[in-house]
């Protein structure tokens, strides 16, 4: 089972501890992955360094813990500690967007139980696949577990904390670039928060440099949307109050009129799990989403992407905040092998 599973990652201690610990189990796979972002920006390893540098001032105002966990990376990998800081700033310091993804939450009347549901499938080029890690932290300074996918030696994205507090994001285009937050270590400390509302206000007190939507539950049932720009951040509320569905495009009437439809596929898939949650509606589960992220309408660019625009499903997660637990999928969601954690 281990070659259709991605990398298991843990560490606790304190934030230099966890840092350290992250970057020597995870040696080899950092050094592929900063090779990977020199390949896909075709920059200079030392010049994509220098450019990350210039975020260190706000990961400092964000989490010096944050920052202590990134020197430990460093110390750990062998690595210096201007390169473990690109591996939090990767798409800021090269100005690349990427990424489709298909992400959801769903509360209340739409699930079988009652209980929250939230996930998506996340679409990259697929060499980001032989990077990827889970990692589990278990800090000893009073922050809370977490369960978090995400590539060697980057500390930050999508997962799910020991309160159930779970977030997942889709690429958003169309905006310009800024001097503000990364977005990889606001997403690591999202995953220390304990709420959806916690989360939300983090959002609107640190600017980011670029644009994202954010997919956010917790485990007391709450859900929320929020689309993310240099401007400031802007609540989504879908057609239901137990529904957040999201791909790629804005939804919010502030930032509607930016849109470009840059990825076309888009709305078509946003369409397409609409139709697929409402026909489920009430009886949807864990087995009935792993089912609607393998559909291949509009293949492909559909929901189980399959090298629209170079980008494939490498994985997919559903996460039960109630629950406490992850599902993981490697590969794509046809094909994929799914994988459960508890944080």
């Known amino acids: ?43 200079s390893r030392q010049s994509l360094a220098q450019n990350a540098m210039a975020f260190l001032p706000m990961m400092e105002k964000l989490s010096l813990a944050f920052v202590e966990e990134v020197r430990g990376l460093a110390d750990g990998a062998g690595i210096s500690f201007e390169e473990a800081v690109l591996c939090q700033a990767r798409a800021e310091a090269a100005r690349v967007h990427e990424g489709g993804c298909t992400a959801f939450a769903l509360t209340g009347s739409s699930t079988a139980d009652g209980l929250p549901l939230a996930g998506q499938n996340q679409d990259l080029e697929p060499e980001y696949g032989d990077v990827a890690i889970l990692l589990h932290v278990k800090p000893t300074d009073g922050r809370p577990r977490a369960l978090i996918f995400t ?66 539950c917790d485990g007391e049932g709450n859900i929320g949307d929020v689309e993310v720009r240099p401007e400031g951040v802007v609540p989504f509320e879908d057609e239901h109050s137990d529904c957040r569905l999201h791909t790629n495009h804005y939804l919010t009437s502030p930032f509607v009129d ?79 092998t799914w994988q459960t954690y508890s944080v």
Not at 299 to 324: F, L, V
């Open 1 to 43: 089972m281990t070659e259709h599973t991605f990398p298991l990652i843990e560490v606790s201690g304190n934030a230099y501890q966890m840092g350290y610990q992250h970057g020597e189990q995870a040696t080899d796979l950092v050094q592929k992955y900063l090779l990977w972002i020199e390949r896909l920006t075709g920059k």
């Open 258 to 336: 930016y849109e470009t439809h840059s990825l076309p596929d888009s709305c078509p898939r946003l369409d397409r799990i609409r139709v697929l949650v409402r026909e489920h509606w009430g009886k949807i589960t864990v087995d009935t989403l792993k089912h609607i992220l393998a559909d291949h309408q509009g293949d492909p660019g559909g929901i189980c992407r399959h090298g629209e625009q170079n980008m494939h499903s490498i994985s997919g997660y559903i996460a039960e905040p109630a629950k406490k637990v992850l599902h993981v999928r490697r590969g794509h969601g046809c094909l994929g």
């Open 151 to 216: 590539f060697a030696g980057q500390l930050g994205y999508s997962g799910v904390n020991e309160y159930g507090l779970a977030h997942f994001a889709n690429a958003l285009y169309d905006f310009e670039w800024s001097m503000g937050i990364p977005h990889y270590p606001l997403k690591r400390v999202m995953l220390e928060q304990s709420s959806v509302e916690d989360c939300i206000d983090l959002l609107k007190a640190h600017r980011t440099c670029s644009a994202a939507n954010a997919v956010i």
